[in-house]
């Protein structure tokens, strides 16, 4: 079935997610109705029933698309013919600027998990630990091969770095007097920093 697009050629469910993640950042994901949503869309309810089930499943898809693109990126970057540390290096840099790419998303999320069902809740949990997997083999790499160093546990390092990348939505801002890319720059030194053996 094609997707039904609006004058410009957006299709529907881009159209929807988009307004979605406009009024969940304005006004938080409890206080925004599916009317505010399907008005803000220029559609139907019965639109945004037929792509997506529910305002629920809005909120998943929010931060799954975000996550499928970080999945797809990590595992280009793990899989390239470089060395450890650029492989690495790369895989720490793309995830701070895809965040800040879509700081709404990540910000919505982080402050509206909790209302997800336990399935759906459980189905984030999977996807991001195969994320935090990939990512923490990639270390785990470099220490078998005395690369980095292996005083640190890999998952601890995982942590560190995910950490702040899960916190850029409390303080990054476009107008301040770095960019994504020299946030993402400094993040990525730091942590290899870390790693030195």
Not at 98 to 114: E, G, K, P, Q, V
Not at 144 to 173: E, K, N, Q
Request: no cysteine.
């Amino acid at each position: 079935m094609a997707k039904a697009t609006d004058g410009d050629g957006t299709p529907v469910p881009q159209r929807l997610l988009a307004a979605a993640t406009r009024l969940f950042a304005e006004q938080g994901y409890d206080r925004t109705s599916v009317q505010e949503i399907v008005e803000a869309a220029g559609v139907t309810k019965g639109a945004l029933y037929h792509y997506f089930g529910s305002k629920e499943d809005l909120l998943h898809e929010v931060y799954a698309r975000v996550l499928r693109l970080q999945q797809e990126r990590l595992d280009a970057y793990a899989d390239a013919e470089e060395p450890i540390e650029r492989r690495l290096r790369d895989a720490a840099a793309d995830v701070v600027v895809t965040t800040i790419d879509n700081l709404d998303d990540a910000s919505i999320f982080f402050r509206s998990m909790h209302h997800l069902s336990p399935e759906k809740n459980k189905q984030v949990r999977i996807e991001r630990r195969r994320y935090h997997e990939r990512f923490r083999a990639l270390i785990e790499e470099g220490q078998r091969a005395g690369v980095f160093s292996a005083a640190t546990p890999a998952d601890l390092v995982v942590d560190y770095h995910f950490g702040s990348v899960h916190h850029l939505s409390t303080w990054y801002s476009p107008d301040g007097p770095l960019s994504q890319q020299e946030v993402a720059d400094h993040l990525a030194d730091l942590l290899l920093r870390a790693l030195r053996p």
